[in-house]
RNA sequence: GGUCGGGUGGCCGAGUGGCUAGGCAGAGCUCUGCAAAAGCUCCUACAGCGGUUCGAAUCCGCUCUCGACCUCCA
């Protein structure tokens, strides 16, 4: 497999550092506030990844973080943090904001098909981790205290390892800072130079969330709690880091330098970045007013979307751009999607309902010009042609837009076989359902099974709906197309859907 | 201002030197009491201008243009 190193900026082949084990750290989320766009999709990605290389056989430790403190917010705001503030506004104790707003983004997660992490750290449950790093860093000279609050030393730190590597950045022209104005942050005046960054910060009177440390009552920087978290889970260094672009500079780049300084050697092998989404062509943000959470997503309750959006379709649709080009949300291209997914779904479901007629010997093969060629099914109704060239896609960077387009591919072949044209041996028909299946609900993670999960209820519908559909093919039979409609048109108002074919009716929820 | 990444058919979105991805929309057709669904067929594009090459969406140069980041962010 090969994934996109953005630390080389070049597509490496993916090689485990102690195989079968494979340690891979992203960043969460902040939980200050509800879910939302931004968070589906590098979860929704790094949720394949994990399940991939579950797949290809290694043992993943997918470590993923919940950061419920220490967040600087900008100057307005004097370096209060980010969650005190919001408590502040709720009247909410901070943890208990923590605690919905993880509850929620737990909730999100599971609808969009993501297994959980195997292990979800919390930043506050972490502190005594932090500090004891803050102090190597301080032992070993490259942090210092000011007035309570401790600073990495930057310049310490670029006289024994390069920095900026992964961004691309030259400190001297971050200084410089040309162009825009520069945001004057918080305890400038406490640093050595403006590039030094925070690893603990003294806790304004104020200030709600705090920790006892070395320094006084305080808090931890924005960086460090990736950098103590993932080196105590995963051993430094890990196979993969993965994250959103925007978290490139300064957070990524900081961890390097953190944990470098603090281990001598680099947090990871393997960089692995996310783009952006937008809306409507524009990044979403929430002074842009166009931030969507996902709650507004999945009910539709967004000025901008004329629907509700099935959490499995957003799913789809993430997984049809590949996770590094920037991917646009709009309505139009959403229920665009939300078409595609269901008719793919819906031709997906009929496949591995299908049962080939048990026939005779020479059903296996069709149409082979030349005696002596292999036995087997051309096209994507081969197994191992489908496998391979499903591998061959997700080994790519993760090309999750190609394999779906190869299950629509496939999709088209089973036609053929529906109508007969083909005939396929059981055998075959087997091992196909067998790879579809793992490559669209185990790597996917998408789910083929029947909607109605509870079997008494699902049991109870189904033979009441052939009473009703009997009925009304009775009626059809003696013509009377009054009383067809009429129930095909109330079960359609109850959101059940009739629909007529050649072998009788069919329905659906919804 | 700096760094990085893009511009592909009506729309979304793959594709890194030759072999028309895929989806949505649109058109035609099949099926059909009507409807819905499904299926079949059609729609052959790569920002512009140069260059390299037998051959360029793909490589190189320039121009235009969009976006991300530059200490809140997924």
Redo the contacts with the bound molecule.
Sequence with gaps: MHLYNTLS?TKEPFVALRPPHVGMYV?G??VYGAPHL??A??YVTFDVLNRYLRYLGYKVRYVRNITDVG????DADEGED?IARRARLEKKEPMELVQLYTLAFHKAMDLLGNQPPSIEPRASGHIPEQIEMIEGLIRKGFAYESNGSVYFDLEAYRLKYPYGVL????VD??VA????E??A?AGQSEKRK??D?ALWKNAEPEHIMRWNSPWGQGFPG?HIECSAMGVKYLDAPFDIHG?????????HESEIAQTTACHNCAPCRYWVH?N???IN?????KSLDNFINLDDLFAGTHPLLSQAYDPLSIRFFIL???YR????FSD??LS??A??Y??WV??LKELLAYNPVKSEAHSVTHSHKRQGTRPGLEGLLNSTLFEAKAQTALN?DL?T??L??LV??L??EF?TVKSGKIVVSPADWDDLKTKVKVYVTDILGFDLSDEVSDTSLSSALEASMKLILDLRQQA?DSKN?AQ??LI?DALNEAGI??????EGSRWSLG
């Design positions: 900026r960043c989320p902040t931004g968070h999709r590098p967040h600087l917010v900008d980010k961004s691309g950045r030259v022209e971050l800072g040309a162009g825009n520069r945001r942050l403006p590039e960054f924005w994250g959103g672009m925007d978290l490139l500079f300064p957070h996310n952006m989404v937008t062509g524009q990044k979403m943000g049809q751009a590949q080009s920037t991917l646009d139009s291209a665009a999607s078409k595609g269901k008719r819906q031709g790519d090309n837009p190609v779906i387009a629509y591919e999709l088209n036609q059809k197309w067809s409609d095909r859907k009739v629909m007529d074919d050649k």
